[in-house]
T-cell receptor, first 109, second 113 residues
Framework: GEDVEQSLFLSVREGDSSVINCTYT??????LYWYKQEPGAGLQLLTY?????DMKQDQRLTVLLNKKDKHLSLRIADTQTGDSAIYFC?????????FGTGTRLTVIP | DTGVSQDPRHKITKRGQNVTFRCDPI?????LYWYRQTLGQGPEFLTY????????KSRLLSDRFSAERPKGSFSTLEIQRTEQGDSAMYLC???????????FGPGTRLTVT
């Protein structure tokens, strides 16, 4: 569970949907998380999905999980300028979280 | 509860000096974690506590680093003889149990000159 990969950058126009992708390595991970980090700040837990689920929706956020391909995605509907931040996916290790490098989302007004 | 807090938020120190950071977890959270985040990277695990017991240290935690959680509440992370490579954001997180989500503090940004 130490090789979580994400694309580095994503730009979208305000009002469009954003899709942030992540691949993880440990098929035994029980939970997978999405965190948001604004400049100079700590990490804010956005949402998570249990490994026996395919999809979870929470207001503007939709998480899709493909266990076969070890692929996780976060869709943000109606993206707003306040959504501009770095988004990290994380998988659960034995006693800690393994994070990807983060995807910097830029929302263009 | 106001969440996980960390102090100080920023620390600038000269190489060779010792520094200590403090983390106050969400009350009643049994688990407390320390992570380090360098520029352009995701957080990397350093160590964690279950109550006052330090149960795991990553290989990133050199001998110059020590962490304590003396009464199972707040925790301190000390770095002795700081080096420029120690410059990073040090993040603390807490969770109720192993299976619960981790909540992060705002971090302490360390700059070693």
């Amino acid at each position: 569970g130490e090789d979580v990969e994400q694309s580095l950058f994503l730009s979208v126009r305000e009002g469009d949907s954003s899709v942030i992708n992540c691949t993880y390595t440990d098929s035994s991970s029980t939970y997978l998380y999405w965190y948001k980090q604004e400049p100079g700040a700590g990490l804010q837990l956005l949402t998570y999905i249990f490994s026996n689920m395919d999809m979870k929706q929470d207001q503007r956020l939709t998480v899709l999980l493909n266990k076969k391909d070890k692929h996780l995605s976060l869709r943000i509907a109606d993206t707003q300028t306040g959504d501009s931040a770095i988004y990290f996916c994380a998988e659960v290790g034995a006693n800690n979280l393994f994070f990807g490098t983060g995807t910097r989302l830029t929302v263009i007004p | 509860d106001t969440g996980v807090s960390q102090d100080p938020r920023h620390k600038i120190t000269k190489r060779g000096q010792n520094v200590t950071f403090r983390c106050d977890p969400i009350s009643e959270h049994n688990r407390l974690y320390w992570y380090r985040q360098t520029l352009g990277q995701g957080p990397e695990f350093l160590t964690y506590f279950q109550n006052e017991a330090q149960l795991e240290k990553s290989r990133l935690l050199s001998d110059r680093f020590s962490a304590e959680r003396p009464k199972g509440s707040f925790s301190t992370l000390e770095i002795q003889r700081t080096e420029q490579g120690d410059s990073a954001m040090y993040l603390c997180a807490s969770s109720l149990t192993k299976m619960d989500e981790q909540y992060f503090g705002p971090g302490t940004r360390l700059t070693v000159t």
